[in-house]
């Protein structure tokens, strides 16, 4: 499967607890994005990776959001002390050209 | 981000019928994308379109980049079951990459 590839496909956690996901991107794709969907909603954008760089994080990634992608490759986001209001599809995309995202399944975070 | 605005917001169809659904945005877009998302799943490309007035097919959807530069349009022809989901546009607004996507179109089928 040369898609993007994100894991676990669900998480449920207690409140305070925390959280971390991986996606794998298509191998040859240099850019990876994260974005949250929350129900009836579009995705919205969290945080831009080009290579090893993070070059952008939205007002929406808090301070206990963290993403990393060390190599250039696969990239995780860690989220900390989860709140219920962080509960959403989180998901991964990447992308060789700026406008053609290619999305990961997500992962779905539930915060009791 | 910016605001893309999707109509309708969701729509029931018969099998065999065709489906029309729109986006449009306060900004000028370069390039337009058509999404599908079925659930518990991540948004699928369906269509993308670069210039204005450009009208690119898929099968049975056709998608449109509106003239102005602020709308687009996507058709389904002769839906079937399967084209149950919800149909995002998205773009990346003038000098900028991010993508803004709109709320969707929910689209149900009945046999």
């Known amino acids: 499967d040369t898609g993007v590839s994100q894991n676990p496909r669900h998480k449920i956690t207690k409140r305070g607890q925390n959280v971390t996901f991986r996606c794998d991107p298509i191998?040859?794709?240099?850019?990876l994005y994260w974005y949250r969907q929350t129900l009836g909603q579009g995705p919205e954008f969290l945080t831009y990776?080009?290579?090893?760089?993070?070059?952008?994080k939205s007002r929406l990634l808090s301070d206990r959001f963290s993403a990393e992608r060390p190599k250039g490759s696969f990239s995780t986001l860690e989220i900390q002390r989860t709140e219920q209001g962080d509960s959403a599809m989180y998901l991964c995309?990447?992308?060789?050209?700026?406008?053609?995202?290619?999305f990961g399944s997500g992962t779905q975070l539930s915060v009791l | 981000g910016q605001q893309l605005n999707q109509s309708p917001q969701s729509m029931f169809i018969q099998e065999g019928e065709d489906v029309s659904m729109n986006c449009t945005s306060s900004s000028i877009f370069n390039t337009w994308l058509w999404y599908k998302q079925d659930p518990g799943e991540g948004p699928v490309l369906l269509i993308a379109?670069?210039?204005?007035?450009e009208l690119t097919s898929n099968g049975r959807l056709t998608a449109q980049f509106g003239i102005t530069r602020k709308d687009s349009f996507l058709n389904i022809s002769a839906s079937i079951p399967s084209d149950v989901g919800i149909y995002f546009c998205a773009g990346p607004p003038t000098n900028d990459y991010k993508l803004s996507f709109g709320a969707g179109t929910t689209v149900t089928v009945r046999a």
């Open positions: 191998s040859e794709h240099n850019r």
């Open positions: 995309a990447s992308s060789l050209n700026r406008e053609k995202l290619f």
């Open positions: 379109l670069y210039k204005a007035g």
């Open positions: 990776f080009q290579n090893e760089a993070q070059l952008e």
